[in-house]
């Protein structure tokens, strides 16, 4: 069956860096967009990237740059390299699966998710 | 700050219905699909219907979606205990060129 694990989690400093993983199963990882959702304490879902099947990518405008999106279709592996990190981005990370029922992003929609990995910036 | 809105909380008693809107624009929900998810405490969301109106296998017909215009709404039928979760809507949005989320409704059972 289709799974989705996350690591790479943990405590960091604002300012500090940071590598998220999805490690993907039970699907042609390479034939999928793919996202990463996150969601604060107590808070909403709030997106924060998306990879196409074709590798189009597309970020969330408070991102700024400091986020970005990758795969590896050799280790069947999403990643979120997160970089100049803030208190305001701890959160629950989760990677999601795109259904793959089509190939323009208006009609991307997550049909998997992950359990999640945590995430907290702070001194 | 979610460009879906959705109301922060209904409920119901058990075995009746509630309806969740979620309202959005031209750009979201009055040009594209909308899904909508569930997140049980302490969980992943997971997907209850898609496309506006479909349910992926395994989700009870007490789900169903419907969308008009700029605002599209879940219905949840035979209300059930284990149906206290926060669910969402979500759309892409195509002036960000993003996925937007709605502000998420607390269903609670009475």
């Known amino acids: 069956q289709v799974q989705l694990v996350e690591s790479g989690g943990g405590v960091v400093q604002p300012g500090g860096s940071l590598r998220l993983s999805c490690t993907a199963s039970?699907?042609?990882?390479?034939?999928?967009?793919m996202f990463w959702v996150r969601q604060a304490p107590g808070r909403g879902l709030e997106w924060v990237a998306t990879i196409a099947y074709d590798g189009s990518r597309y970020y969330a405008d408070y991102l700024k740059g400091r986020f970005t999106i990758s795969r590896d279709i050799s280790k069947n592996t999403l990643y979120l390299q997160m970089n100049s990190l803030r208190t305001e981005d701890t959160a629950v990370y989760f990677c999601?699966?795109?259904?793959?029922?089509?190939?323009?992003?208006?009609?991307?929609?997550?049909?998997?998710w992950g359990k999640g990995t945590t995430v907290t910036v702070s001194s | 700050q979610s460009v879906l809105t959705q109301p922060p909380s209904v409920s119901a008693a058990p075995g009746q219905k509630v309806t969740i809107s979620c309202s959005g624009s031209s750009s979201n929900i009055g040009n594209n699909f909308v899904s909508w998810f569930q997140q049980l405490p302490g969980t992943a969301p997971k997907l209850l219907i898609f496309?506006?109106?479909k349910r992926p296998s395994g989700i009870p017909d007490r789900f169903s979606g419907s969308k008009s215009g700029t605002s599209a709404t879940l219905g949840i039928t035979g209300l059930q205990t284990g149906d206290e979760a926060d669910y969402y809507c979500?759309?892409?949005?195509?002036?960000?060129?993003?996925?937007?989320f709605g502000t998420g409704t607390k269903v609670t059972v009475l």
């Open positions: 999601a699966k795109d259904a793959g029922y089509c190939s323009t992003p208006n009609c991307y929609f997550m049909d998997v």
């Open positions: 979500g759309t892409w949005d195509s002036s960000l060129s993003g996925y937007v």
């Open positions: 039970g699907f042609t990882f390479s034939l999928y967009g």
């Open positions: 496309d506006n109106y």
